[in-house]
């Protein structure tokens, strides 16, 4: 028999109503699997009494027939969502020791279902950052490594800013993850770890009680092991809120539905200016593959272009900073999270900031701080939010004349701790795919397709309309089915 | 128009009013936290108001409603597509660091107040614009000697900021503009306009030109106003201090002051090098506020009788002047129990007792007309006793008198006290009859063509009645009498 761990939800999900196993065996797995990959630090927090206690409920609900959707399903919490009662930091000195008295709508959604919360997972400070290296307590290691012997003992990224879910889901940890998604901090880890990872239309998910980062292109997704579990998991997540202004109240659909449909007829497109000089040459070899296969699963590829993508990523790095630094300014010492003491009030900010920040964070207030001060806000937000509307408008022209696009999610694979993490515009490079999205408020989703010669995951982006997410696990589905990408981390527990 | 005389000419004033008016809703502008003023410090405090990470700003329909409704009654322009800006600023009682406001579109466009001035002529002050914004929290800094403590109950409480174009010439334009605007508010119900519990505030914009030269001055801005009276001194001492300084070859510079109570001076509070760069933005967490016809039809259908118009009603039904027409509208309640008096009665007559002698009360108990110690019912049925001449105008004061200190009713007191008119012809010619028989030599006199003493004839006849007298008959007679 398959480990526990290493089941899909929709395998866990058929066990646990056949009887196989019950909720608390299948949660006493993860915590065992996260006992002996705690040297991974996928978790900032562990919450392995909470979860045993939600499993005996949840086994309780099953045998009185009141399963829910995801009932029994042990799942990782990134530290960005506020749980009640349990310590949510964003991965950031200034939120060390806050408790919310509150819970996110979509975690609350998601213990509405069923599910198991094992913990609250690493990522970037404030999710800034596209390696889990910004993380005040310590980064999330990637349980890949290159196959020369020489390379095992090289630590790499798992991807970031939701490095801790991408970890605990390639490792085998958790059977899924939440994440959020600003810039690419979904599908990027996804695509690194070998994971599929969805970030869905802006105003899919409630943002309520997720903490900010950049509050017009933050989007939660989920992130799991097949097409079909994040699906499940995004139909739990997704709805309208009050509560978030920029929700959108339309119905959501079952996307189970979407994961049969054929993709006959589906037109993909491949954007031209997706195909960069220098670009790893894995990487624009399965690009050429997986369209071969959706081509020979009877869709229709099509060249498209998009000819903004360019500008995108100075643009979301004027808009997102400058949303971040006014998000961020809440986080003064005065009423919850760290306080240093200082002479007068403006000293205490500045103890308080300076010490409770780490240096990504403070980076990105400045610079958000500048493009939006008083003689600057025309050259760079204003113009940067013009040059938004062509990017969006790129989209809807190319969305003539396809129904998904097809590309790649980043430049090239895993690279180690120390690679490319000090210098900042590198790192900013790794989400020249996946800003795109999110500067249009679009849906994409990443799934693993192959290895690279190193052995590193490759994955996919398949980018579709705005709320038409059920398309997009069409084609995803096709497309997993063909690559049927069934390869593990060296090292899972 | 006033102008100051300077030792080089006339000078005139350039005023423009920011007034920061809270609006009458049960919640907050993006919370569901109640706004009641007195509550224990930091009793309505929601954790969007307290702004706790990962909380989101969801407005408030009914601030919006009473936005607009203030909108129409300034008969102002009603923007149907508004935005809100994020104005960042760091301090202790602004939890999210910014204040959520409306920067370049407003709620509210152009619209305008007429000014009721105490010559009985108008004059109409434009309006700029009315935006929705938050209220911050409150710092108290004498509650500990060396911390400062934050009340956060006023954080997020919406706010309407009313700004006014530069229309105004004197101190007295100010305050009958506030008092104008205050009225209207309370009519509509949409902020009750109380200037001491701060839930009217006031900002003055002051600059000073020469007489007849129409280009601006440079202002210097007043903060910290919080009252009529005080509004209209820190004018007048602010624009003798610009004066002053433009006198004696000075320029002013731009600033903010602040009005000091204690000393009636404005001082320096910070030069506009050291203003705040707020980075305005428009706020990602709200969508652009898009008004839909048919909720600002609704409102506008519901619109009550404004100060204005009640006024024309009053001079045209009622035969007011316009200055008492006025006078009575600045309250709602005023001009209602105006209104009661009249109802059936002689319009003049009802404005009358209640400009002069009402108010006049009132003023000496300190009371407003809510706490009248006479009802609309009594003090009518006082001006009916004087209409069908059971009682004289005179005799009538001494019972409203009575009827203030004791609550009774004007019929009672006239009956208990006796104080009936006395109309009975025969009774009024035996008393004229002692008198003229009493004072034989005046008689003589006034026949002899001293006429001043039929004032004194008349006067011993009513003092002989104790005032109760027909006062119109006593007139008749004398004169019959001594012809």
Redesign the interface.
């Known amino acids: 028999m398959t480990k526990l761990t290493d089941l899909t939800i929709a395998q866990a999900l058929e066990g646990l109503a056949a009887k196989e196993f019950s909720a608390v065996e299948l949660t006493e797995a993860h915590i065992a699997a996260m006992d002996k990959a705690r040297s991974l630090n996928a978790f900032i927090t562990e919450t392995p009494d909470l979860a045993r206690e939600q499993a005996k409920a949840s086994d309780a609900r099953r045998a009185a027939g009141e399963a829910k959707d995801l009932d029994g399903i042990p799942l990782g919490m990134k530290d960005l969502?506020?749980t009640k009662g349990v310590r949510?930091t964003?991965a950031s000195k200034i939120?060390e020791n806050?408790v919310?008295?509150?819970e996110?709508t979509v975690s609350q959604k998601l213990a509405d279902a069923g599910s198991v919360m094992l913990g609250k997972t690493t990522l970037d400070e404030f999710a800034m950052g596209s390696s889990g290296g910004t993380s005040a307590f310590g980064p999330a290691i990637s349980p890949w490594s290159g196959p020369n012997p020489a390379e095992a003992e090289r630590k790499l990224i798992p991807g970031g800013s939701s490095s801790g879910s991408s970890t605990a889901v390639s490792a085998r940890l958790a059977m899924g993850a939440t994440g959020t998604d600003t810039g690419g901090s979904i599908r990027q880890p996804a695509s690194i770890t070998g994971i599929v990872g969805m970030k869905p239309t802006y105003g899919r998910c409630s943002?309520?009680?997720?903490?900010?980062f950049?509050?017009?292109l933050d989007q939660a997704g989920p992130m799991a092991r097949s097409v079909s579990d994040t699906a499940l998991m995004l139909r739990v997540m997704a709805g309208f809120d009050?509560?978030?202004?920029?929700s959108v109240d339309i119905s959501v659909p079952n996307y189970m539905d979407a994961l049969t449909k054929s993709v006959k007829g589906l037109k993909v497109g491949i954007p031209r200016e997706y195909r960069l000089d220098g670009m790893n040459k894995d990487t624009e070899k399965l690009w050429d593959q997986s369209a071969a296969m959706l081509r020979d699963a009877g869709a229709e590829v099509v060249d498209i272009s998009l000819p903004h993508t360019k500008y995108a990523l100075p643009v979301y790095y004027i808009i997102a900073p400058?949303?971040a630094?006014?998000n961020?300014?809440?986080y003064?010492g005065?009423?919850?999270g760290l306080r240093e003491t200082g002479e007068t009030?403006?000293a205490m900010?500045e103890a308080t900031r300076s010490e409770g920040f780490g240096k990504e964070v403070q980076r990105r207030i400045l610079i958000g701080?500048y493009v939006?001060?008083?003689g600057y806000?025309d050259a760079y937000?204003r113009k940067a939010q013009r040059v938004r509307r062509l990017i969006r408008n790129d989209f809807l022209e190319a969305f003539r004349s396809c129904d998904v696009i097809l590309a790649p999610a980043t430049p090239g694979t895993a690279f180690a701790f120390g690679e490319k993490t000090g210098d900042p515009v590198q790192m900013y490079l790794e989400d020249v795919f996946t800003v795109t999205l999110n500067l249009a408020g679009l849906p994409g989703l990443c799934l693993p397709v192959g290895l690279s010669q190193e052995g590193l995951p490759i994955g996919m982006q398949l980018i579709g309309r705005a709320f038409d997410e059920s398309t997009l696990f069409t084609a995803a589905s096709a497309l997993e089915r063909a690559a049927a990408f069934s390869h593990k981390p060296p090292f899972t527990a | 128009m006033a102008y100051i005389q300077g030792t080089s000419g006339e000078w005139e004033m350039v005023i423009g009013l920011e007034v920061h008016a809270q609006v009458i809703s049960n919640a907050k502008l993006f919370s569901g936290a109640s706004t009641t003023f007195g509550a224990a410090p930091n009793a309505q405090v929601s954790f969007v108001d307290a702004a706790f990470p990962g909380m989101l700003p969801v407005i408030n329909e009914t601030c919006v409603e009473q936005a607009v409704r203030t909108g129409l009654g300034l008969k102002a322009q009603i923007n149907k597509v508004s935005v809100f800006d994020r104005k960042n600023y760091f301090y202790a009682d602004l939890p999210a660091g910014y204040q959520i406001s409306q920067y370049t579109q407003p709620i509210v466009g152009k619209g305008e107040i007429l000014l009721d001035l105490a010559d009985g002529t108008t004059r109409t002050v434009g309006i700029t614009r009315l935006h929705l914004e938050q209220d911050a929290g409150k710092s108290l800094h004498d509650q500990s000697p060396n911390e400062t403590y934050v009340d956060l109950n006023r954080s997020g409480v919406a706010l309407m900021e009313i700004v006014s174009e530069p229309d105004m010439r004197s101190g007295e334009e100010a305050g009958a503009y506030l008092k104008k605007l205050r009225a209207i508010l309370r009519y509509l119900g949409t902020c009750d306009g109380n200037m001491e519990e701060g839930s009217m505030r006031c900002d003055v914009n002051l600059s000073m030109r020469r007489k007849g030269d129409d280009t601006f001055g440079t202002r210097c801005e007043i903060k910290n106003v919080n009252s009529i009276r005080f509004v209209q001194q820190a004018i007048d001492y602010e624009a003798h201090r610009q004066v002053e300084v433009l006198e004696s070859g000075g320029v002013i510079v731009q600033e903010t002051r602040l009005w000091d109570t204690g000393k009636g001076i404005t001082r320096s509070m910070r030069s506009k090098e050291d203003a705040h760069d707020y980075r305005y933005f428009p706020d990602p967490d709200l969508l652009p506020l898009v008004l839909d016809d048919a909720m600002i039809e609704r409102v506008k259908n519901t619109l009550p009788e404004l100060p204005d118009e009640k006024k024309a009603r009053f001079i045209q039904d009622y035969g007011l002047k316009p200055y008492d027409a006025s006078v009575l509208v600045a309250e709602k309640t005023s001009a209602a129990f105006f209104e009661a008096v009249a109802k059936g009665r002689d319009g003049k007559l009802a404005a009358n007792w209640v400009t002069v002698e009402l108010f006049g009360a009132l003023n000496k108990l300190g009371k407003t007309i809510d706490e009248s110690p006479l009802s609309a019912d009594a003090l009518g049925g006082l001006i009916d006793l004087i209409t069908d001449e059971t009682i004289s105008g005179r005799i009538a004061k001494d019972v409203f008198e009575e009827m203030v200190a004791t609550g009774k009713a004007a019929k009672d007191i006239v009956e208990e006290k006796g104080l009936k008119q006395i109309t009975d012809t025969s009774a009024i010619e035996k008393t004229i009859d002692d008198i003229l028989a009493a004072n034989a030599d005046k008689v003589a006199e006034y026949k002899g063509g001293k006429e001043k003493l039929f004032g004194f004839f008349v006067g011993q006849a009513m003092k002989a009645t104790g005032g109760k007298a027909n006062p119109g008959m006593v007139n008749q007679l004398l004169k019959k009498k001594l012809s």
């Not at chain 1, 943002?207 to 900010?212: M, N, S, T, V, Y």
């Open positions: 969502y506020c949510t964003a939120l806050f919310p008295p509150y996110s943002r309520w009680g997720i903490i900010a950049a509050s017009s009050r509560k978030d202004s920029t400058a949303e630094s006014s961020l300014a809440r003064d005065v009423r919850f009030l403006d900010y701080t939006l001060s008083a806000y937000y």
